[in-house]
């Protein structure tokens, strides 16, 4: 009897690893200033800026995101520049260069970011299907949390 909880908790955790979402890091950013577009890359930051950023005291208690959802056909390419994030901190004023991560969650299939990576900053539908892209600030609010929020990403034959 034993034995046969063993083999069924061991298949249970197994179904539920394998329903896990993948979720990674496709790019870095930092929020511009008025006016400019989002200084977005594959690796922008560095530990220095970081940890200068870290110890300025800026803290970010809001993130203000559009297009809250992307739609695209698959061949068709989205530039990440495109994106508005506004960083707004813990006296409502607007922070600028604000180191953000965005990651996705969703099929690593589903969007191609080989060209990204090399030389750009859009990223290819290559197939159908559902994610989200997480925008995440590196500095954190007043609570120590750091504030995140997504923009759906759909992708249509």
Known sequence: MARLLCILSITALGCVIAAETPY???AEAFTPS???????????HTAPILSEILASG???????????EIRLGVGETFSLQQLRITAFGSDGNIQVHVPLMLDLEGPVEMLDFEAFK??????????????????TSAVP???GENIKRSILVVVDH
């Open 34 to 44: 008025h006016g400019q577009e989002l200084d977005v890359s594959y690796r922008v």
């Open 118 to 135: 090399v030389s750009g900053d859009e990223i290819r539908a290559a197939q159908s299907g559902q994610a989200k892209i997480w925008i």
């Open 24 to 26: 990674f890091r496709i």
């Open 141 to 143: 609010s007043l609570s």
């Open 58 to 68: 800026v803290f970010v208690e809001r993130l203000e995101i559009s297009p809250a």
